[in-house]
T-cell receptor, first 114, second 111 residues
């Protein structure tokens, strides 16, 4: 099992460009999450999908959109990238949406917006 | 999300000594408290978790203690080794079932 995979690993964009970050999991997780990690701020939730076909906003959703393509895949799209979106992005999967279910993280995508 | 405070932000210990990281939270209804370890260039990995019906949990050299009355929990690493050097995050579930993370502690184990 590959667990949670993310592509690409690194990306450099110019302001205004768009791109999609891909995430896939083979752990049969029902819930999937997108976080961003910035120095000194821990991980902040951007969007999540409690189950296939549903998506909801997290703490910092502005400037992003998501698609839960199927149970395995959850993508994050930046329509018009801004320097403030320079960050490391992590996708995570969770078996259910229970309060005590563990989240498993992918290796991350390091994004720089110039 | 819930407010989670984590201290210290950096911690340097001599190999073989113990390391302690503390977190406080605000929502008394929270009942799941995981700890994640993040090595350089990698995603966070769960190392131990505790649920609110337990006061302490131990797994080899790591342990977590929970004080629900005071709303704080701690990670204890004993007999630290160089491979324990990493960033550690505490997290708490909030009422809306999402995880809220602390800001992280960078642990450096000196040989």
């Amino acid at each position: 099992n590959a667990g949670v995979t993310q592509t690409p690993k690194f990306q450099v964009l110019k302001t205004g460009q768009s791109m999609t970050l891909q995430c896939a999991q083979d752990m049969n997780h029902n819930s999937m999450y997108w976080y961003r990690q910035d120095p000194g701020m821990g991980l902040r939730l951007i969007y999540y999908s409690a189950s296939e076909g549903t998506t909801d906003k997290g703490e910092v959703p502005n400037g992003y959109n998501v698609s839960r393509l199927n149970k395995r895949e959850f993508s994050l799209r930046l329509e018009s990238a801004a320097p403030s979106q320079t960050s490391v992005y992590f996708c995570a999967g969770q078996r259910g949406q229970g309060r005590t279910d563990t989240q498993y993280f992918g290796p991350g995508t390091r994004l720089t917006v110039l | 999300g819930e407010n989670v405070e984590q201290h210290p932000s950096t911690l340097s210990v001599q190999e073989g000594d113990s390391a302690v990281i503390k977190c406080t939270y605000s929502d008394s209804a929270s009942n799941y408290f995981p700890w994640y370890k993040q090595e350089l260039g990698k995603g966070p990995q769960l190392i131990i978790d505790i649920r609110s019906n337990v006061g302490e949990k131990k797994d080899q050299r790591i342990a977590v203690t929970l004080n629900k009355t005071a709303k704080h929990f701690s990670l204890h690493i004993t007999e630290t080794q160089p491979e324990d050097s990493a960033v550690y995050f505490c997290a708490v579930t909030s009422n809306d079932y999402k995880l809220s993370f602390g800001a992280g502690t960078t642990v450096t184990v000196r040989a």
